[in-house]
């Protein structure tokens, strides 16, 4: 029997990697769709290495995306991620990456979903699917085609490319679809939430980017500075992370119990834990100053730490940062608000939000942060029918 031979695009966008898609040419079928890009990915792999497959067996590098013409008047595209899990047959659809949001509009452009000028900055009008928000990307032009190749540099990447900026418009959740319900779910800026084998764990739980919890880094007992070889290996580590996160997502109401949190919805909500800045030495060696950042910032991702930052961390972050009271404004202090730079494994982000109050209440107007994306591979990808 022959193989499946799908269009596809090999992407990076920021710090992550991924298989795009247009929709057309994905099976209708959500169950078959699901066994094609499990199938594409390479998962499930009880070695956990994605060796039969497009997938690179991290958290950073297991995603796909699939995008299609927006019959929303106010987009352009319609963009839908799934994070695959590496050693289970899941695909977690619940939330948004925002690294690879940056690729979404120079896929679009390219595959001709979207007109464009020659030269200058093309507008990319986005709606996010997962977690049904908008997101305008601002994608550099140049000869008639995408430009890829420039000066901007991203820690975590390690070539320079084009800056892509990203405006996530209303990144709040406010109808509880994207899962919580409102910017703070349980309508408290900070909670404590009895964890089992953990005890009393103190949280800010947001709907922001996609929901995210942020404890102190102290509570698990680091110092905030930890590289992926401080954590990744450590197994009673990562159970003690993952029963935060997963009674976290209880507390936001986004599943019924942790059990169901750690076997259906791996990618959300994320776990992020924060510190008062310190130096510390970046993955790559690089030494990053006190001085240098706001706070510290390290976000576990799919059950291990990440080696960078999720993008919808980051943008999380910057709105915490702009509230009063949030863990992360205690630790950023409130000259952060607006605009936070934080210290991650890889280096260091700069991200900003606009938040006011409104009758009470607040309301985050957008996040601005940017990013670069280029084509790693295009043809197709081929998929054993059974």
Not at 52 to 68: E, N, P, Q, R
Not at 152 to 173: H, K, M, N, Q, W
Not at 198 to 216: C, D, Q, R
Request: proline share 5%; net charge neutral; aromatic share 6%.
């Amino acid at each position: 029997m022959s193989q499946l031979k799908i269009p596809a695009v090999y992407m990076r966008g920021g710090t992550s990697k991924g298989v795009f898609f247009l929709a057309e040419h994905l099976p209708a079928d959500v169950e078959e769709r699901e066994r094609v890009l499990l199938r594409v990915t390479g998962s499930p792999d009880r070695y956990g290495k994605h060796i039969d497959g497009m997938g690179g067996a991290t958290s950073s590098t297991s995603k796909v995306v699939i995008v299609s013409r927006s019959t929303r008047p106010d987009c352009d595209v319609d963009y839908l991620f799934g994070a695959v899990a590496i050693d289970r047959p899941v695909i977690d659809w619940s939330g948004n990456c925002g690294n690879l949001t940056c690729a979404v509009g120079p896929f679009a452009i390219s595959q001709g979903l979207v007109s464009a000028p020659s030269d200058g900055l093309a507008t990319v009008r986005i709606w996010q699917a997962n977690i049904r928000k908008k997101i305008i990307a601002h994608v550099p032009m140049q000869d008639g085609a995408v430009q890829e190749e420039g000066c901007f540099t991203l820690d975590g990447v390690a070539f320079a490319g084009a800056e892509i900026r990203l405006e996530f418009i209303e990144p709040a959740s406010d109808d509880g679809e994207a899962g919580g319900g409102g910017l703070f779910p349980t309508g408290r800026v900070i909670d404590t939430v009895d964890v089992p084998g953990v005890g009393a764990v103190e949280m800010t739980l947001i709907n922001a980017g996609n929901p995210t919890i942020f404890m102190h880094a102290a509570r698990l007992g680091l110092r905030g500075t930890e590289l992926q070889g401080d954590v990744n290996a450590d197994a009673e580590l990562l159970k003690r992370a993952e029963a935060i996160r997963a009674h976290g997502a209880v507390a936001m109401g986004l599943v019924a119990s942790a059990e169901q949190a750690t076997a259906q919805r791996p990618h959300t909500p994320k776990l992020v834990f924060v510190a008062a800045p310190r130096a510390y030495a970046a993955s790559d060696g690089k030494h990053i100053e006190a001085s240098d950042i706001d706070l510290l910032a390290r976000s576990f991702s799919m059950g291990l730490l990440h080696h960078a930052m999720p993008g919808t961390s980051a943008v999380a972050i910057a709105v915490a940062a702009a509230i009063p009271g949030t863990l992360v404004n205690q630790v950023a202090g409130a000259g952060a608000a607006g605009r936070v730079r934080f210290g991650h494994p890889s280096g260091v982000l700069s991200v900003g939000a606009e938040a006011r109050q409104a009758q009470g209440e607040w309301v985050v107007t957008k996040a601005v942060m940017s990013r670069s994306a280029r084509r790693l591979m295009e043809g197709a990808v081929f998929v054993p029918q059974r």
